[in-house]
């Protein structure tokens, strides 16, 4: 019987020897910088795994936690707090002490490529993380893809066709099994920059998401309700009893 493959990458995998290089090159250029494959974040018990694209050279690939440090992070984190996905306050670095509840966060690609832009072979190599993180979250029920890398990558993981679940911004697709997929432009810089998503939009797309999320009991430890401050904890309780799910047709559109 062949090994099974490990789980998540080691901090020298050497999967994709262009950016290995580049890993290699920031390394000497920037020593004080994390330079390896960013490990996810969040507890594996999530409702909510949301994939992202890849690391940012100076966010994550820097700071070692996916979408902290750069524009990107400013606004995921911002509209994760808002919808009771996350507790604490965001500070643009790994100690900050923000904490997510019932998601967690992860890549489709853990190295950062040169120019924001993975090859076809970098992305296929890499899937075997990203199905090792979808197959480890036994309370998943909605994955949020942030773009049509990210999307691809999921449906290829879950073996699912993607011609029959086309990307498209504000899209919720009912995949076999009963997981729930939902897509959003990329919250990245240049896509508000250029206003292909502004944060009204994308704020929209993480109430939509929260519609799914998990009960109480599966989203919250004893530590995440004592890390929420009293007068929020009412509140967070009754948002995270919401148990409806998505009750749209099959990529449901808006
Ligand atoms: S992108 Fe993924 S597969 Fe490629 S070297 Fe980095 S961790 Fe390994």
């Known amino acids: 019987m062949s090994p099974r493959p490990p789980e998540a990458p080691s901090r020298d995998c050497d999967l994709c020897p262009r950016l290995v290089a580049f890993r290699s090159a920031n390394q000497t250029n920037h020593p004080d910088w994390f330079n390896a494959p960013v490990p996810s974040f969040g507890v594996q018990r999530a409702w909510l795994l949301i994939v992202g694209l890849a690391p940012g050279l100076k966010g994550a690939n ?8 750069d524009f990107a992070g400013d606004l995921l984190y911002a509209t994760l707090l808002r919808h009771g996905l996350a507790v604490g306050t965001y500070g643009a670095r790994a100690e900050d002490g ?7 966060i992860t890549n489709a690609i853990r190295c950062v490529p040169p120019g924001n ?14 199905a090792a993180e979808i197959r480890n979250m036994p309370e998943l029920r909605t994955i949020l893809a942030l773009g049509v890398l990210a999307h691809g990558a999921v449906l290829t993981c879950l073996s699912v066709r993607k011609r029959s679940h ?27 920059q250029t206003g292909r998503l502004s944060a009204a939009m994308f704020d929209d797309v993480l109430a939509r998401v929260s519609l799914n999320r998990a009960p109480v009991a599966a989203t919250f430890d004893d530590d995440m309700i004592g890390a929420i401050p009293p007068k929020r904890r009412k509140r967070a309780r009754v948002m995270t009893q919401t148990t409806e799910p998505f009750n749209g047709p099959e990529g449901e559109r808006r």
Not at 62 to 69: C, D, I, L, M
Not at 117 to 126: D, G, I
Not at 166 to 192: E, K, M, W
């Open 98 to 104: 923000l904490r997510l509840v019932g998601c967690r």
């Open 62 to 69: 820097r700071t070692s936690r996916p979408f902290t440090g």
């Open 166 to 192: 086309p990307f498209q911004h504000g899209a919720i697709h009912h995949l076999p099994g009963g997981l729930v997929l939902a897509d959003s432009y990329h919250c990245s810089r240049y896509n508000t």
């Open 117 to 130: 832009k993975p090859v076809a072979a970098e992305v296929a190599a890499c899937r075997r993380f990203l």
